[in-house]
């Protein structure tokens, strides 16, 4: 019990939601976007339209964690979630149920305990809402991706925090394919570096009842 509550802690906190990325090329002689707050938002706004998506996240906290997120529309997600410290959970939630792994089985959670993942809030219109000082700070190749990237303050939808976020967004799709976010303030998590995978498709299918 004591492990599922952490990691349902951590679920509430993932502000940011593939593949390992590598990044390579440096700052050129690139004319800047005329208006890269309109450019975020409308990355954002193609991002938040898919029907699936896997991200993949990397967690420096007080207690370090890798965590796996995949979404299903309209509202299934599977989460993976390992730490430094040993615990490991897997959950699939649908709607307003959940189910973690015990085992070869599943279990389902008692109703309202296990928080919807926050990987896709900062991309919503809500979470835009709150965007400022967005600047395009440079062209860079993210696994031999041309993209494009845009750093901008904001503060999270769930608990208000503020942050930093950078965003790196393809030049061929217009999807943000990598997010960095540097958290203010004493709070457990200092940064969450997310890559994501917006082209293979996910299906998650929910436990039998």
Known sequence: MKKLTLLLIVIATVVSGCKNSTLS???GTTTAPSDPKADVIEASRKFI???????KIEADAATPY?????????DRYRIVYRDN???????IMGGDEAWVKDGNSWKKMAGGTSPTPTMRLPF??????SISDVKFE??????GVPTLVYSYKQVTVVGNFPKKQTIWVSKSSGLPIKSYVEYSGSGP???LSTTFDTETPVTINLPSK
């Open 25 to 27: 090329g440096s700052p």
């Open 49 to 55: 339209a898919l029907k699936s998506l896997t991200g």
């Open 66 to 74: 890798k965590q796996q997120v995949e979404y299903a529309a309209p």
């Open 189 to 191: 998590i200092k940064t």
């Open 124 to 129: 919503t219109e809500e979470g835009l809402k």
């Open 138 to 143: 440079r062209e860079e190749s993210v696994n």
């Open 85 to 91: 410290s040993g615990v490991e959970a897997e959950t």
